[in-house]
C-alpha cells in the first residue's frame, strides 16, 4: 500500500489554495454538536523498533495460535508448502479483478482454467466454475441452479450438512421462492437417512454432506439412483477438501452438482477467512452455473488461448435474468488452491488424505478407549469424528486448554443443544503424534 | 429484404405463429434471427408447462446477444423442438421450418385475431428500420 505523507507546508499551500486559515475550517459547515471537542484519544506515536516490540508483544497473549489444535468443523488446518505464498506474491497476480480482457490477462486466465481443469478431476465432474466466495456460498448456489434446472421449488437437505451452510442457504433462498425440507439421521450410523416417500415431483434437488458435519462419510452412491428416478438433483457438499484425496468422487457416486470448500489447500485458518468455494456440476447444466467461466479458444492463427467464456449467463449480460449475482470471485485463493493442488499432484494429495485418516482414527481409537469416553456413530469417518464426554463437553474443553495447553475441539453443544457432552475431534497431518497422546492424556485426566 | 411467408400470425416481439385448428407451431422470424446473427443456443421450457400471452418462454442466445422469447398466445406447450439443442444453427437457416420452437395448444382460440398478418409484420420491421 503506498503512504503519501505531507509536510506542515505542503498543508499550509492546500489551505491557501482554498482560502482558508486552518484544516479545523473544513469542518465550519457541521453543526457544532457532532464535533468531537477534544483530540482522539489514541496512543502516542512510536518509532518502528518500539512498534514492532509492541505487537510482538500482543501476538505473544496469543496462546491459542501455538498449542496443538484439534478443531475442524469447516476449517482445516493443513501444511501450506512455501511455494504457495511465494507464487501468489509475484506482482502479475496482484488483481483480484475479472479477467475480462484476454488479450492482457492470459497468466491469470490459464491460472483459472487450470483451477476448473484440477476441481473437475477431484470432483469427478464435467465443469467447474472460476470458484464461488466460499463452501456456504456455494451450497446455496447450487439450490438455487437446482431449481433453475428443474424448474422444481423444495429442496431436501441432510440434518448433518454444516449448521453454517444451512443457515447461509437459508439467507440466499428466503426470498427466491424455494421451501427447504430436512432428511432424517441414524443417531447409531451417524448418517443421513432418507424416506423415498419424500421425494415427489416437487422436489428440486437433496443436499447431502460427505464426509458430514460429524466426520461420517455418507453412502453417497445409495441417494443417488432414488434421487435421479423423481427427476431431481444431487447435490454434494464437501467442507474438508483433503478428503477428494482418499475418498471415491461425488461424481462416481453419481452427484449432479458437487460444492466445496477449497481452504483445506493452501490457505491457513486466520479468523474465518479468505476461502474458496468449488463448484462443479455436469456438462449438461453448464448453461446454469452460477459465476464465471473460463474457457480454452483459438485465434485465426489456430493458436491456444484462454478467455471468460457463456458469459450470457452472468450479470452483466443478463442482468436480473442472470444465473448468479456474484461478481468478482475469490481469483487469489483459487490461485493458491491451484498452486497448491499442483505442486502436491495426485499421490501429494493421496499422501496428505491418508496420513489424516490414519491419524483421525488414531486419536479415535485411543480417545474411545477412555473411561467414560464413547464413539456414539459408527460410520466411518475421514478425518473427523465426534466422541461423547462423560460431562459437559465445553468446560472439558476450557480445562484442557489451561490445563493441559491443547485445543482439543469443538464442543457440539454450541450448535446441538442436544449434544451437550459431544465433541468434534478433527486431525490433520499437521498434528503429531506427541500432540494427540497429549490430548489423550489431558482428556483423562480433566474428566476424572 | 426479410422473409415473411403469407399464412402465420406474427408477433411484434418477432415470433410467428402457424395455427392449425386448436394447436399451433412457434418459432422466430426470418427479421429476428437476422438481426440477432449466428444462433448458438437456445433456451426452451419443457412440454406440459402453459404461459400466458406475452410471457417469456426462453431465450435465444446468439455471439452478439441474448434475447428472450416470447409466446404471441396464451398456450401449452406440447412439443419441444430437442433438436435445437444440437443444431441451433437451424433458427438461422431454416427459422420457418426446422428452426421451429414450440407445438403448443391455444388457450384461447380467438386470441391470434389480435396478431399481425403478413403484410401487417411487413409494414412493422419497415417503420422499425427507420
Known sequence: MRYIPNSPEERLEML??????????????????????????TPVALSEPELLERFEAMAAKNAAA??????????????????????????????????????ISQGTLQAIFEFQTLVCQLTGMDVANASMYDGSTAMAEAVLMAERV???????????????????????????????????????????????AQLDKTVAAVVVQSPNFFGCVEDVKSFADAVHAAGALLVVVVTEAASFGLLRSPGACGADIVVAEGQSFGVPVSYGGPYVGLFATREKYARQIPGRLAG??????GRRGFVLTLATREQHIRREKATSNICTNEGLIALAATIYMTTLGRQGLQEVAAQCAQKAAYARRQIGALEGFSVPHSAPVFN??????????????????????????????????????????????????????????????VQS | MANVPEGLYYSKDHEWLRVEGETGTVGITDHAQHSLGDVVYVELPKAGETFEAHAT??????????????????????????????????????????????????AKRGEVDGLLSAAEYEDFIKADGE
Open chain 2, 57 to 106: 418462454f426462453g431465450s435465444v442466445e446468439s455471439v452478439k446477444a441474448v434475447s428472450e422469447l416470447f409466446l404471441p398466445v396464451a398456450a401449452e406447450v406440447t412439443e419441444v423442438n430437442e433438436s435445437l439443442n444440437e443444431e441451433p444453427e437451424k433458427v438461422n437457416n431454416d427459422p420457418y421450418g426446422e428452426g421451429w420452437m414450440l407445438k403448443v395448444r391455444l
Open chain 1, 296 to 301: 480454452v479458444a483459438y485465434d485465426k492463427e
Open chain 1, 16 to 41: 491557501r489554495g482554498l482560502g482558508l486559515g486552518s484544516a479545523e475550517e473544513l469542518f465550519d459547515s457541521l453543526p457544532p454538536d457532532v464535533l468531537l471537542k477534544r483530540p482522539l484519544d
Open chain 1, 150 to 196: 428443474t424448474r422444481r421449488t423444495r429442496v431436501l437437505v441432510s440434518p448433518a450438512v454444516h449448521p453454517e451452510y444451512m443457515r447461509v442457504t437459508e439467507t440466499y433462498v428466503a426470498h427466491a421462492g424455494i421451501e427447504l425440507g430436512r432428511l432424517g439421521f441414524d443417531e447409531d450410523a451417524g448418517r443421513t437417512t432418507f424416506d423415498a
Open chain 1, 384 to 445: 473427523e469424528f465426534v466422541v461423547r464426554a462423560p460431562s459437559d463437553a465445553a468446560a472439558l474443553l476450557r480445562k484442557l486448554a489451561s490445563g493441559h495447553n491443547v485445543t482439543g475441539g469443538l464442543a457440539l453443544g454450541r450448535y446441538f443443544p442436544g449434544r451437550p457432552n459431544d465433541i468434534l475431534v478433527c486431525v490433520t497431518e499437521t498434528n503429531k503424534r506427541a500432540d494427540i497422546d497429549a490430548l489423550v492424556a489431558g482428556l483423562k485426566e
Open chain 1, 66 to 103: 501455538r498449542r496443538p489444535s484439534f478443531l475442524g468443523a469447516g476449517a482445516y488446518s493443513h501444511y501450506a508448502p512455501t511455494i504457495v505464498d511465494s507464487l501468489i506474491q509475484r506482482s502479475e497476480f496482484f488483481t483480484a479483478y475479472t479477467p475480462y480482457q484476454p488479450e
